[in-house]
């Protein structure tokens, strides 16, 4: 485990106290504001208030996408929404059936298994799906890059509508239309928005266009919360509306199986961003780790109460379960590393863990090790599939592509891909992608660093501060939560608590005491 640098940042005291003078807030919060590039009041009211929504319009075959949708609802064609095993594909597809369930448009949904199928679009599934009379299929977190699937759709008579998020090629699949911000003709001008927040724009364009919605637009902003904060996308622009008006309805539990999720879990305070990322999303993660991620689909479109608290019920079972094999799988793999020099990147694959969870466990390293991670599972026939993470600004879709040679297949983020590769191979495309990895650091801080945004003194914290720094909620990815420092503290008191967490009782010079903690 590397210790961190603390990095501070350099604060101009005229700027702080102009801005803090115009916008009647506090030096602290002035400061805050500053670290973070905003150095004008206007600036600053802009990232206090909400952005107002793009026009859906903006993303690439919108029209052709609704219309076609449109056309299915009217005529009572069957429409098959086919989304990822994880929250963000869970939630996207909720998102549409209950949108256009609402309408009274013959939908059903379809997500494919972890273990036996694998991540997004596969031949078999759309050969069965055709087979069973859909003639639409409308994909979530998935089908970007998904050609020959799309194709055989094609030469079956069944339309397709791709609604992704994922690094793009430049050659787009032959599908009725392509919804993906990261398109290279994308004029949208925000390119963050997860699965489920384009869901909620096809939504939003197909009320804008035919003056009808299935289901009030805004009672579908929880599904967009839990997706957006569960991805890691930035809660910038768009993000932040979605995720704070979705936060207000998961703290409702408006919907029946997030009461019952809710309860599952233990939550009975306001909903936050930190609920979503700790309580809430790695139980309906949990289906499709280690069952069928149709539990998750079922428990946010049900409506009946014994029905929810079944599935919650079971989600919670599950998460326990992923919990302990985690740990296991946890275990053997530092145990792998020890005694050797820690390399630029790790790479790691074994025969005996699960696929489920290996994503995880490489969150896990690189939070440990500060370096990026594969992680792998083998199966019978020899092929390795994983999860990579990284760390430090290295994008992981591109070292994967500069690999691209070794492996069978790659997709994903800058900042998590998964990969598949024959464990004869795993060895060569370590090697490269250290090199490749090692190439990218050379030059760069290898020290993880703790950015801090300010130093305060203990008697600036008070509850302004708290309200000023609550205008900037939610808190997540690319909008971190603030990181104040205050030094000359006096420890007053302090003991282990827990698990190993130390509880101090601190003040500074003359101030009131304040109780902190360590985890």
């Avoid at 993660?285 to 539990?295: E, P, T, V």
Wanted: with cysteine; glycine share 8%; proline share 4%.
């Amino acid at each position: 485990m590397k210790s961190k640098l603390w990095v501070f940042q350099d604060i101009n005291l005229s700027q702080r106290a102009s801005l803090a003078q115009a916008l009647l807030i506090s030096p602290a919060a002035a400061s805050l504001f500053l670290a973070r590039g905003v150095t004008t009041p206007h600036e600053a009211t802009v990232l206090m208030s909400l952005q107002s929504p793009h026009d859906p319009f903006l993303i690439p075959d919108m029209e052709q996408a609704i219309e076609r949708l449109h056309r299915a609802v009217n005529t009572q064609e069957p429409i098959c929404f086919y989304g990822d095993y994880d929250v963000d594909g869970i939630t996207a597809t909720s998102l549409y059936l209950s949108f256009f369930g609402g309408l009274g448009a013959k939908v059903r949904a379809y997500v494919p298994h972890r273990l036996r199928e694998g991540y997004g679009l596969n031949l078999g599934a759309v050969q069965r799906l055709h087979d069973e009379g859909i003639s639409l299929l409308v994909t979530s977190d998935c089908g970007t890059t998904s050609h020959k699937e799309i194709e055989l759709a094609a030469q079956l008579g069944m339309d397709v509508v791709v609604t992704d998020h994922h690094q793009s090629d430049e050659v787009m699949p032959q599908a009725v239309a392509v919804l993906n911000p990261h398109r290279a003709d994308a004029l949208y001008p925000f390119r963050g928005l997860c699965s489920a927040a384009l869901a909620y724009k096809v939504a939003q364009a197909y009320q804008l266009r035919y003056g009808v919605a299935g289901v009030p637009l805004e009672s579908l902003l929880d599904l967009v919360a839990l997706a957006t904060v569960a991805d890691v996308v930035p809660l910038q622009d768009e993000n932040r509306s979605f995720v704070r008006e979705g936060l207000h309805q998961l703290s409702r539990g408006a919907r029946c199986g997030i009461r019952a999720l809710k309860q599952a879990a233990g939550v009975t305070r306001e909903c936050t961003a930190e609920t979503i990322a700790f309580k809430l999303a790695p139980r309906i993660n949990a289906a499709g780790r280690l069952d069928d991620a149709m539990l998750g689909v079922r428990l946010l479109t049900t409506d009946i109460p014994s029905e929810a608290q079944q599935l919650a019920d079971r989600l919670e079972q599950l998460n326990r379960e992923r919990q302990r094999i985690e740990v296991d799988i946890m275990a053997e793999a530092l145990a792998s590393l020890k005694g050797h020099a820690l390399p630029p990147a790790l790479v790691l694959a074994s025969r005996h863990w699960h696929l489920g969870v290996v994503g995880i466990v490489a969150a896990r390293l690189v939070d440990r090790f500060q370096c990026p991670a594969i992680v792998m599972a083998i199966n019978e026939e020899g092929m390795a599939k994983g999860s990579a993470r990284t760390t430090g600004g290295f994008d992981l879709y591109q070292g994967l592509a500069a690999c691209r040679e070794l492996l069978e297949s790659f997709g994903g983020h800058p900042s998590a891909a998964g990969v598949t590769i024959r464990e004869s191979r795993i060895d060569e495309f370590r090697a490269m992608f250290s090199g490749v990895v090692a190439g990218w650091t050379h030059d760069s801080v290898k020290v993880p660093t703790l950015n801090v945004d300010a130093e305060v003194r203990l008697d600036e914290v008070n509850f302004q501060l708290i309200q000023e720094i609550g205008s900037l909620h939610p808190f997540g990815a690319g909008n971190p939560e603030p990181t104040f420092a205050v030094t000359g503290l006096q420890v007053m008191d302090s003991r282990t608590v827990g698990e190993k967490h130390l509880k101090m009782t601190v003040r500074q010079g003359a101030s009131l005491p304040f109780d902190s903690i360590g985890f």
